[in-house]
């Protein structure tokens, strides 16, 4: 499979992970993804096969979300991109009210715990897999992970009682 047929396979994914390491900015999120497979297009990152494609493929964007931030001055965050972006302001019906919430949630996690649970429940990459993205050993991975797990349940049901109230 060509490098182009990798990247129009895996395109949806790498679209949710730039909008994720972006902090859920669309219009930043597409500069980077584009940013991204141009590096790749025009092999100034090259995959040497050492992990699967995707994964190669997130920490390419990964990086060039880090690298555009700084290039823009903004706060940066090494895991999960851009820090202090705020999130735009959505109508409401509810699908965007449960969007809101679910990028609310995720904004309140520290990076990489954040950066974790994206890559495994919304990318379907194993602890392992993710620890690769990110450039962490497997220790760390899992203890950001249970951590980020157990803090957005807490996150989960303060919501579900605030909406009991």
């Not at 993804?33 to 990964?62: C, D, M, N, P």
């Not at 991109?81 to 019906?93: A, C, P, R």
């Amino acid at each position: 499979m060509t490098t182009r047929e990798q990247l129009e396979v895996h395109h949806k994914e790498a679209w949710f992970w730039a909008r994720q390491c972006c902090r859920f900015q669309p219009d930043l999120a597409e500069d980077v993804l584009q940013t991204a497979y141009l590096k790749v297009l025009e092999k100034r990152a090259l995959f040497h096969g050492k992990s699967s494609f995707k994964t190669w493929l997130f920490s390419v964007i990964r990086f060039t979300a880090i690298d555009m931030a700084t290039a823009q001055h903004l706060h940066v965050s090494k895991h999960l991109g851009i820090d202090g972006i705020q999130l735009s302001e959505v109508t409401n019906s509810q699908k965007e009210d449960d969007a809101m919430n679910y990028e609310s949630m995720i904004n309140q996690l520290p990076g990489r715990q954040a950066e974790l649970l994206l890559l495994v429940f919304y990318h379907d990459m194993t602890v392992e897999k993710a620890a690769e993205v990110m450039e962490t050993s497997i220790g760390t991975a899992r203890t950001h992970y249970d951590r980020g797990k157990k803090r957005l349940r807490e996150l989960i049901l303060a919501s579900q009682l605030k909406q009991a109230i």
